[in-house]
């Protein structure tokens, strides 16, 4: 198993680590701050560093319970020591983003009682589709700036880690719910919202910066689709 060190910390840029097995360009880590695509967050990227190589990291991606970095080339050894650097303005821009997204799905969820049926997290721009009846785009301007009220307060967000025996299924906006897994991280955004969420976040919802709001799609019955991006 790969320690998930940005499962703890979203803000390690660099680390070390030590190679355990490769299937060609395929590489597996003892531990990891390069997060793997999922939840609609894309993977991080970046370099790794070994035996006097660079090698640039594409994609991770988790693979029957592994965790797969994707390198250019091969070269890479079971048993070598790493330093991996993750590009940290990508991976800033999506925290940014999908501490927005949540900002947004908790004041929608909150007016309407709508969840959340899909998204996609990019650099350029983020969607979030939701269980909406109505379709009304001068109502989801009025959502996405009350999101912006809150996130110019500034408040704190928490992460930290239940069982999932104990974790309280209301909690989770998804339509999917919580999901199969034995430990259920919990991303609490000041009194905004507090939800499962296994992907990275900002720190302060005063680093999102604002929600801009791009269009809004009918995408088939109780299902809107929503575009924004952020300054």
Do not use: C
């Amino acid at each position: 198993m790969t320690e998930k060190l940005f499962s703890k910390n979203s803000y390690i840029k660099e680390f070390e680590a030590a190679v355990i097995a490769v299937n060609g360009n395929e590489i597996e880590l003892d531990k990891t701050a390069f997060y793997p695509e999922g939840g609609g967050q894309p993977s991080d990227t970046g370099k790794i560093f070994s035996n006097g190589k660079e090698y640039y990291v594409t994609l991770v991606r988790k693979q029957i319970g592994k965790t797969v970095h994707l390198v250019e080339e091969e070269g890479l050894k079971p048993g070598d020591k790493i330093r991996g650097i993750i590009d940290w303005d990508r991976r800033h821009t999506l925290m940014r983003m999908h501490t927005a997204a949540h900002i947004l799905s908790a004041v929608i969820n909150r007016k309407t009682g709508a969840l959340i049926t899909g998204n996609q997290l990019g650099i350029e721009q983020s969607r979030i589709d939701f269980s909406l009846d109505n379709f009304d785009k001068a109502q989801i301007v009025n959502y996405v700036e009350e999101a912006n009220n809150e996130i110019n307060r500034k408040q704190e967000i928490k992460t930290y880690f239940v069982d999932k025996n104990h974790a309280d299924a209301s909690l989770s906006k998804l339509a999917a719910g919580i999901g199969n897994v034995e430990e259920v991280k919990i991303v609490e955004i000041g009194d905004v919202d507090k939800q499962p969420d296994g992907g990275t976040h900002v720190r302060n919802t005063g680093e999102v910066g604002k929600i801009i709001f791009l269009k809004a799609e009918n995408k088939g019955k109780n299902n809107r689709r929503i575009y924004f991006n952020l300054s």
